[in-house]
């Protein structure tokens, strides 16, 4: 990376102004590029909310009393009352004031479209088969010690529900207008970050509440529970990850390349590395970091020295440089130069060679069968 390469030692034939020009220009573009890569991974998760033409069901749930403390009282005094709502009624004239609406006290759901199932002492489970505004009575024994009900929305239709959880004080109205998401998400992220689909898919009921003051009659809680009408199906929710491995990797290659070409093109171009991680950290151990040197010692140790880090000028008695020429063209024929083409001409001259003096000795000409060398 241009930023490692960047710091001392820096180049002799260079002034020390331009190496730290350079080296705080490449520390820059390197911050540039992790606040990339930063704000990246901060784009992952999106979600895409789009209407289905399904229609759903009023939900079942559990009412349940509940108390502050861990005991529960076991007087079974928890009773509801099911009624239609009445567009025409205002609700909060009918809770607190004297005049009652008769509308109210009439119950205009047949047995057929709701059931109520007592669970245990102090919970009630309700199912309905009826869409639309519902309001509930509900009443206990003002001598229990009951503080607040549990409501747990379980099944639309036969679908779970979740989140299901959501709790009432008593002695107060509340107006709950509900709609269901189907949420589409991932079992784990780490399949979302790796570009593959959606694997789970969730019921999710949303519920807006409001909440009214407290009522005259504190033995009187009332739950008002209707369809929103902002939505009149289900929504489709789909959690998608706007960047998975794949994009990161092209989004980071092509930003990476953009500012090394800036660098390139400011800097020039840093030396070529022939060694990665792997040959310089993985062949450090023993003993692969033994076989390693022996190889490099056999390939590129000769009698002229080392080259490029031992001086040519100061050969050793008896060594020639054409040993030491020999040894760097080795070195750039197998990690830097491609010798192809310069092979395929070597075979060529030979060929070529051979012919010339194939047709000399036929002739009879033997002074010539060395001269030429292309």
């Keep these: 990376m241009f930023l490692l390469e960047s710091f001392p030692p820096f180049r002799t034939t260079e002034p020390k102004f331009f190496s730290k020009l350079r080296l705080l220009t490449a520390f820059v573009l390197s911050c540039a590029l992790g606040y990339y890569i930063w704000n990246s991974f901060s784009k992952f998760i999106s979600e895409l909310d789009e209407k289905l033409g399904i229609s759903y069901s009023y939900p079942s749930f559990e009412i349940c009393a509940k108390t502050l403390n861990n005991k529960q009282n076991v007087d079974s005094s928890l009773n509801i009352s099911l009624y239609r709502f009445d567009p025409n009624l205002d609700i909060t004239s009918y809770l607190y004031n004297d005049n009652k609406d008769t509308r109210l006290n009439t119950p205009s759901l047949s047995d057929k479209d709701y059931n109520f199932t007592n669970v245990d002492d102090s919970c009630i489970k309700f199912s309905s088969y009826y869409f639309g505004d519902l309001i509930f009575i509900i009443t206990y024994n003002n ?29 107060r109205c509340y107006v709950y207008e509900f709609y269901y998401k189907k949420r589409k998400s991932y079992s784990l992220s780490l399949l979302g970050f790796l570009g593959f689909d959606t694997d789970q898919v969730d019921m999710i009921i949303e519920i807006e509440n409001q909440e009214f003051a407290q009522l005259p ?9 209707e369809p929103s009408n902002k939505y009149d199906t289900i929504t489709s929710e789909v959690v998608k990850y706007d960047n998975n491995v794949i994009k990161l990797l092209e989004n980071f290659g092509g930003f990476y390349s953009a500012i090394s070409g800036l660098f390139i093109l400011l800097f020039g171009a840093s030396k070529l590395s022939p060694w990665g991680i792997c040959q310089i950290h993985l062949l450090r151990c023993w003993p692969l970091h033994r076989k390693f040197k022996k190889h490099l010692a056999r390939r590129y140790v000769s009698r002229a020295g080392i080259p490029l880090v031992e001086d040519p000028r100061k050969l050793p008695a008896g060594s020639k440089i054409e040993d030491r020429v020999a040894v760097l063209e080795n070195l750039l ?16 001259r030979k060929k070529y060679l051979n012919i010339h003096n194939e047709n000399l000795e036929l002739l009879g000409d033997d002074d010539d069968a060395d001269m030429i060398y292309v």
Excluded: C, H
């Excluded at 009659?217 to 529970?225: A, D, E, K, Q």
């Design 333 to 348: 024929r197998e990690y830097y130069i491609d010798d192809y083409f310069l092979d395929m001409l070597r075979k060529s």
């Design 143 to 171: 001598t229990s010690n009951y503080n607040y009900f549990e409501i747990n929305f379980t099944y639309n239709g036969y679908t779970p529900i979740f989140p299901n959880q959501y709790f009432i004080a008593t002695g």
């Design 217 to 225: 009659n504190n033995s009187i809680t009332v739950l008002r529970l």
